[in-house]
């Protein structure tokens, strides 16, 4: 397939999907893609390659673009051949998305997905971790940070896992006290408490930050707050009852206002990585 087919089939893709060619704004990125695509306040840096490696350099400067005009921006390296190993490498590390046509069909790798080299001192192994996740169980908010780690799992082999209510209980309907003793129990099997709030009240998740802020340090408790109205309004008692709780201890629960899922997305997923490197920081070893 030619280069010229090959870009009009992605382009096609991504008009498709939704999204819309922006010809004014490629000046913006600290290094021009060939195209620049927008979706619900999110832009998508395009940049082609003829071939199956980009040097690390250029990467680094293509990472460097987080906004434009205050909007997240996203990167993707489009090869016309399928991209070598040291290639796929260097974009894990630069956190920039990769595609290519494979058997006639595009294919798109994640960044959570590229396999990066292990940098990690060989004497230490990071112990099992895990982290309670909370929230509102049918919302995509929680689906996403569970996946977050996952992948992060996956991707560097670390022992970092997810808890979460619905993936212990197996389906059984919970009576109010076995809830409450299936809550403490994972609880005090988990390093770290995850808490993510939304419009929609659960008084399952109310339980859950209840027992959180019983059980857990409060250097081990992350909040994310979605950065609404109707969510500061749904929320106020607990949150006004944490803030008055710690402050009286001289503390403070480490909280964050997310403006939508990226930005969900993106803080979940650097929390855990700070996460890890500290776990190896406090070990006198390296990672990443």
Known sequence: ?????SIEKLSDYYLKNGFDETKNL????????DFVYKKDDHYLGVYTR????????????IAQTY?????????????????????????????????????SKLKFIGTEELVIENEVQPDYE??????????????NERKQAIKIIERINLKYHKPIYPFAVELNKKGKVLTPKELKLE?????????YFFGILT?????????????????????NIRLYVKDDEETKETWKDLLFEIHMRYKTKGETIWYYPFLDKLDLE????KDVMEIISKKHRDNNSLFL
């Not at 003829?50 to 690390?56: G, R, V």
């Not at 990071?126 to 919302?139: A, E, G, H, N, R």
Request: proline share 4%.
């Open 183 to 191: 809550i403490m129990n994972g609880m005090d099997e988990c390093d």
């Open 126 to 139: 990071m112990p099992k971790m895990s982290i309670f996740i909370s929230s509102k169980q049918i919302i």
């Open 50 to 61: 003829n071939s199956d490696s980009i040097n690390s350099s250029i990467l680094e400067r």
């Open 199 to 219: 419009e929609d009240f659960s008084s399952a998740t109310e339980l859950e930050i209840q027992v959180a802020l019983k059980m857990k340090k409060s250097a």
């Open 1 to 5: 397939m030619s280069m010229e087919n």
């Open 26 to 33: 490629e000046g913006l990125f600290k290094f021009r893609p």
């Open 67 to 103: 906004t434009i005009n205050g909007i997240p921006s996203n990167h993707i390296i489009f090869f016309t051949k399928t991209p070598n190993s040291d290639a796929l490498v260097d974009c894990g590390k630069n956190n920039i998305q990769v595609c290519y046509f494979e058997n």
């Open 266 to 269: 993106d803080e979940i997923r």
